[in-house]
């Protein structure tokens, strides 16, 4: 049964918090609150480019249970823009919910977006890359090996699809890598586990040739804690960074999502050729980080991870260090934050550790996903996104920060990064 709840709650958070984009509050609505789409919806969007499942589900439910086979149907991305607002053009990424109040369906012959069945504005789908349709020597798809994300301006490279922490059952809380992978491989998709340099390479080589609107690609996967293949963890990284600056030098923007690494080591992805580090935090402060990566708390530690992120500042310019947190973790049901104001103020602590230090991290929201350990659990509220949203922002321009260099213009209407909303509070200038 249709209820106008939702949809009452959106329009009230945009008249409170009016000094944000409505386009942001709506899309960390979407975010936290998931998507569905109808028949006639899905039907269509079978002629653009799906989910890849490019790394985590990103997914409110698991694959067995959807019963539309959502996960081979629905885009990997929207846009939506219009309607009774007048949002500006604002990408979001896909996350499955059958039960979400958000629905994309076929009225009047377009695809529109809709609240609690009130038409919120029209909706595209990203056309599909004109070098998905190449053929690797493997027989791979091109999306299982290098597909590409927001809006096509980045190519995703995740070399290890799993992670050693959950050998031990001491993976981050909120992640479900491993359990991912092998959820894709039961629902019978090609997954590759390990990727190899030779089968990136060949893939680079179509997108190089065909495509103009790729602009960064990201390397990352897993931790390594002991070895891979008899490789460590920076080995095994910096050999397809060195291996496609080496064939492509320059192409692309070359970042890397991988652990906390010595200033040594960070050298040598340096001196491969990559522009951008991403040592992600996960989650601000001593005592929940060891809740929330109890792996990384034994191997690595809270201290030595955040002076590691600051140190790394030496070898790629403190504006090229731009480590991702969870936004919204800090309020999970297990071991989190009840209050929101508390919440956040403990976020901003962390912001304003690493932006005095012109070092900007970036956030990517939190889904509670239902294969990892953190479990389903209701997303953090609306509020909390909000009041996050201003607090980055608000330490981003008192010290004066640089816009994140690798993820397209800033500002709304213009923001590709679609996982959260924080591209979309920044004005140009910033």
């Not at 653009?48 to 067995?64: C, G, N, Q």
């Not at 659990?377 to 010290?399: G, M, N």
Request: contains cysteine; charged residues 25%; negative net charge.
């Amino acid at each position: 049964m249709i209820t106008t709840e939702a949809y009452a709650e959106l329009v009230q958070h945009m008249e409170t918090f009016q000094e944000l984009p409505s386009e942001a509050i709506a899309k960390q609505d979407l975010l936290r609150r998931g998507l569905r789409f109808s028949e006639a919806a899905m039907n269509i969007a079978a002629g653009f480019k799906p989910k890849d499942y490019f790394i985590f589900s990103f997914d409110l439910i698991e694959i067995k249970d959807m019963n539309q086979n959502e996960h081979l149907r629905v885009p990997e991305e929207i846009r939506f823009s219009g309607g009774p607002f007048n949002f500006r053009s604002t990408v979001v990424s896909t996350r499955i919910n059958p039960d979400s109040p958000w629905c994309v369906d076929l009225c009047d012959g377009r695809l529109n977006l809709l609240l609690d069945g009130q038409e919120m504005g029209d909706i595209e789908f990203h056309p599909i890359p004109t070098f998905y349709k190449e053929k690797l020597s493997s027989g791979k798809h091109m999306g299982e090996i290098a597909p590409v994300l927001e809006w096509g301006y980045l190519i995703y490279l995740t070399a290890y699809r799993m992670c050693q922490y959950f050998n031990k059952d001491e993976q981050c809380q909120f992640c479900d890598i491993n359990r991912n992978f092998i959820q894709q491989r039961k629902a019978g998709r090609a997954y590759t586990g390990i990727k190899h340099d030779h089968e990136i390479l060949e893939a680079l080589a179509h997108i190089d040739r065909l495509d103009d609107k790729a602009k960064a690609y990201t390397l990352t996967g897993g931790s390594v804690i002991t070895d891979l293949q008899g490789t460590t963890e920076v080995d095994f990284y910096v050999q397809f960074i060195e291996a496609i600056e080496t064939r492509f030098p320059g192409r692309w923007i070359a970042k890397a999502v991988v652990q906390a690494w010595e200033l040594a080591d960070c050298q040598r992805l340096r001196d491969a050729g990559c522009q951008i580090y991403h040592p992600n935090y996960e989650v601000w402060g001593a005592e929940l980080f060891a809740k929330i990566c109890p792996g990384k708390t034994r191997v690595i530690g809270f201290d030595q991870w955040i002076n590691r992120v600051v140190a790394s500042a030496e070898v790629f310019g403190p504006e090229n260090v731009i480590p991702n947190f969870v936004g919204g973790v800090e309020m999970n049901s297990v071991c989190g934050f009840s209050d929101v104001d508390r919440a956040v103020a403990h976020t901003r602590e962390g912001l304003e550790w690493f932006m005095s230090k012109s070092i900007v991290p970036r956030f990517t929201t939190w889904c509670p996903e239902p294969l990892a350990a953190l479990g389903p659990q209701k997303a953090p509220s609306l509020e909390y996104f909000c009041k996050l949203l201003i607090a980055w922002r608000d330490v981003f321009r008192h010290y004066g920060c640089k816009v994140p260099p690798g993820y397209g213009e800033p500002g709304p209407g213009k923001a590709v990064f679609s996982v959260s909303a924080f591209m979309d509070v920044l004005d140009k200038e910033a």
